[in-house]
């Protein structure tokens, strides 16, 4: 037995708690129906950032956002979110994928 897969492109960002607004909306108006957001924790060039709720809303703290699109989707969210690594610690990357899409 086969399992149907499609190709599709993973695309990881990973960066302060404060873009959670902003990536959200950036979800819906590129109409990405799918992503996960979580607590992310590590040292980076912007130093030791941590995931504890008892921190300041969103200082110093990070979060993940996982999202399966196509390669064209995945170009426009690199694209918009290159515009906030100017202000905002943030690292992105894609990976291309095989998954079982509805």
Do not use: C
């Not at 969210?77 to 943030?90: N, V």
């Amino acid at each position: 037995m086969s399992v149907q897969t499609k190709k599709a492109v993973l695309v990881t960002i990973i960066g302060e708690s404060v873009l959670q607004d902003r990536l959200r909306q950036l979800m819906k108006t590129l109409g990405v129906s799918g992503y996960t957001f979580t607590l992310a924790q590590g040292v980076g060039s912007h130093g030791v950032r941590v995931s504890d709720v008892s921190d300041i809303a969103g200082y110093k703290t990070n979060l993940e956002l996982k999202t399966v699109v196509s390669e064209e989707v995945s170009d426009q969210i690199l694209t918009e979110i290159k515009t906030y690594q100017a202000k905002y610690a943030l690292i992105a990357f894609r990976q291309p994928v095989e998954a079982l899409l509805d």
